[in-house]
C-alpha cells in the first residue's frame, strides 16, 4: 500500500511538473501557490499580469518564495510582441527589424539587453526567439516576428539572438518548431497546413533551429502545424516523428521540448486539451504550455488529472512522464544555477558567446529600459524611399488599424502620433478600419500635412485602396508601412520600419521631422 501511494504521489507531480499555466492578477493567487507546493515547476506570465517593473520582480519573488528554482515563463519576442511593455510599446524593435539591418552583433546585443531586464524582474524562460522563415508574405500569424524570408539570414540571427538571450540567463525557447513561416492560417483558429516536400522542409524550415541547437539554446516550442511530408496525420506538437524521430533524434536536441498554448484551436478544436495533453507528452514534448486563454485552477487539475489517468490507463508509459518532468527540473536547476553563481542578468550560458562585443553593446550600456541599444536598432531599421521635406508644421496622422492577431494582441499601442506629438505638439490623428474611406480622412485633416501609417498594406486590400485614393487627392502624403515591407513604396516619402514597436514609431517620426540623433 505504501509504495501505491508513494507511486501516486510521484504521478501526481510528474503531472503538475510537465504543466506551464497561466494566471489572472498582478499577485499569485492561492490556488497557483499550493499547486507550486505540490509540485507545479513553471508558470507562464501574460501582460495581464504586469503592471511596471517592480511589481513583477516582486511577483516573481513571491513565486520563487514557494519554490526557489520554479521557472517563470514569458513570451516577450520584443516587437509587436511585448508582454513587459504591453501598455506602451516595446522598448526594441523586433526580428524583422533586426533581420532587415541584417547585423548579427546587433541582434545578439538588443537579446542580451532584453534577457538582462528580463532577469533583473526575476523571468527566467523566454517563449523566444521565432525561428520562423516568413517564406509566405501573406502569414497572418508571423509576418514581422521573423527575421526574413531568407533561411540563412534566419538561421545566423537565430543563433545570435539564443546566445544574446542565455548569455544573461535566460533560457530561450526557440520557436515555432517545425517551422511556421509558410502558412495561410493562424494556428490560434484552425490547424494550417504545409504541403511543401521534404527536401524544401529541411533547407528552408529546419535551417535556423538546426543554428539553435548549435547555439545550444534551452528549449525548443513545437508549432499547431501539419506537415505532411514529415507526417500526415498528426499536427508537430503531437507527432513522435517530428518532436522524437527529427527533433531529437536526427537534429540531436537534448533539451526542453514545449507546446504552443494547448488551448489554441488547432489543438482544442480538433483532440480537446486533454487529449492533445496527454499525445504532447506521449509524441516527446515535456511542458506543456497553456494559460493565454485558459488560466484557471480547473484547467491546471484537467489537465494533471488526464496525464495520470492516461499513465494508470497504460496509454501514457510512466517512464515518459518521469522523463518529461526530469528535463523540466533540470532547467529548472540550470535556472537557479546561474542566477546564484552572477546575479541576475549576468549569468553566462556554457558554449555560448559570453558576452556582447562592439559599439552597439556600448551603445546600450547604461539604459535599464533598453531604450538605447533599442532606438539604435530601430533608427538603423528605418528604410526611406524618396526624399524627406521634414515637416515643420503638425500633422494629421490617420492610422490604418488592421485586426491584430491573437500573438501580437490589440492591448499595445502601435503608430508614430504619440511620438510626432513629442515632437511636433499639436499633431492630431485618427484610426481607420475596413469600413472606412479616403474622404472621411481628408476631410479630418483638413489642410494639414496627411502622415498615413499602415500596416501589411500589401495583406488588406480596403487598406490599399483608402491609400491610394488619399494619395491621388494629396500626393504629398507621408506613408510609413509598420508591417511587412512587400508593397511597392508610395508616398511623398515611403518609410519603412520593419515593425510596430514603439521605438520603431519615434525612429519613423525623427525622420518626418528631420529631428533625429
Not at 548569455?167 to 494556428?187: E, L, Y
Not at 495520470?308 to 510512466?318: K, M, Q, S, T
Amino acid at each position: 500500500m505504501t509504495t501505491l501511494t508513494h507511486r501516486s504521489d510521484t504521478l501526481t507531480r510528474d503531472a503538475l511538473a510537465v504543466l506551464q499555466p497561466g494566471f489572472h492578477g498582478t499577485t499569485a493567487p492561492d490556488w497557483l501557490l499550493r499547486r507550486i507546493g505540490e509540485g507545479l515547476t513553471s508558470v507562464g506570465l501574460f501582460g495581464r499580469n504586469i503592471t511596471s517593473p517592480a511589481q513583477l520582480a516582486a511577483l516573481t519573488a513571491q513565486l520563487r518564495a514557494e519554490r526557489d528554482d520554479i521557472l517563470v515563463a514569458i513570451d516577450e519576442e520584443g516587437g509587436d510582441v511585448t508582454r513587459l511593455e504591453v501598455r506602451n510599446g516595446s522598448s526594441f524593435p523586433g526580428n524583422y527589424a533586426l533581420g532587415s539591418v541584417d547585423d548579427v552583433d546587433l541582434t545578439r546585443a538588443v537579446a542580451r539587453e532584453l534577457g538582462s531586464r528580463l532577469a533583473a524582474c526575476g523571468v527566467n524562460l523566454n517563449w523566444a526567439p521565432s525561428a520562423d522563415v516568413n517564406s509566405d508574405v501573406n502569414n497572418p500569424v508571423i509576418g514581422v516576428r521573423s527575421f526574413g524570408a531568407d533561411p540563412a539570414l534566419v538561421s545566423r540571427h537565430t543563433a545570435a539572438y539564443v546566445e544574446g538571450l542565455q548569455s544573461a540567463g535566460v533560457a530561450a525557447c526557440t520557436k515555432h518548431f517545425p517551422g511556421h513561416g509558410d502558412t495561410a492560417v493562424d494556428s490560434h483558429h484552425a490547424l494550417p497546413r504545409i504541403d511543401v516536400d521534404f527536401d524544401t522542409l529541411h533547407a528552408r524550415e529546419l535551417a535556423p533551429f538546426r543554428s539553435a541547437i548549435t547555439a545550444g539554446s534551452k528549449s525548443v516550442m513545437s508549432a499547431h502545424i501539419l506537415l505532411s511530408a514529415l507526417d500526415p496525420d498528426r499536427p508537430a506538437t503531437l507527432s513522435p516523428q517530428i518532436l522524437t524521430g527529427l527533433l531529437r533524434e536526427e537534429l540531436g536536441f537534448d533539451g526542453l521540448i514545449v507546446t504552443d498554448g494547448i488551448e489554441m484551436r488547432a489543438i482544442a478544436s480538433t483532440y480537446g486539451i486533454e487529449r492533445g495533453s496527454v499525445l504532447a507528452i506521449a509524441a516527446g514534448v515535456d511542458a506543456i504550455c497553456v494559460g493565454g486563454g485558459l488560466a484557471d485552477e480547473e484547467t491546471v487539475l484537467r489537465l494533471r488529472d488526464a496525464l495520470v489517468d492516461a499513465v494508470r490507463e497504460g496509454e501514457l508509459p510512466e517512464e515518459r512522464l518521469a522523463d518529461a518532468a526530469a528535463r523540466v527540473r533540470a532547467l529548472a536547476d540550470w535556472t537557479r544555477r546561474v542566477r546564484g553563481a552572477s546575479g541576475p542578468g549576468a549569468a553566462v550560458q556554457e558554449g555560448t558567446a559570453p558576452g556582447v562585443a562592439g559599439s552597439a553593446a556600448r551603445a546600450g550600456a547604461g539604459t535599464a529600459d533598453g531604450t538605447g541599444i533599442g532606438l539604435i536598432a530601430a533608427r538603423r531599421a528605418l528604410r526611406v524611399t524618396g526624399t524627406v521635406e521634414p515637416l515643420q508644421e503638425a500633422p494629421y496622422v490617420a492610422s490604418f488599424a488592421p485586426v491584430a492577431n491573437i500573438a501580437v494582441g490589440d492591448e499595445t499601442p502601435w503608430g508614430v502620433a504619440a511620438e510626432l506629438a513629442a515632437l511636433l505638439p499639436g499633431t492630431e490623428t485618427g484610426t481607420y478600419g475596413s469600413g472606412n474611406d479616403a474622404a472621411q480622412v481628408l476631410a479630418a485633416a483638413g489642410e494639414r500635412r496627411i502622415v498615413a501609417v499602415v500596416r501589411d498594406a500589401h495583406r488588406h486590400s480596403w487598406m490599399a485602396a483608402v491609400l491610394d485614393a488619399i494619395l491621388a487627392a494629396r500626393p504629398d502624403t507621408a506613408v510609413v508601412e509598420m508591417g511587412v515591407n512587400h508593397a511597392e513604396p508610395t508616398g511623398s516619402p515611403h518609410i519603412a520600419t520593419y515593425g510596430a514597436a514603439r521605438v520603431c514609431g519615434r525612429a519613423a517620426a525623427e525622420a518626418l521631422t528631420g529631428r533625429g540623433a
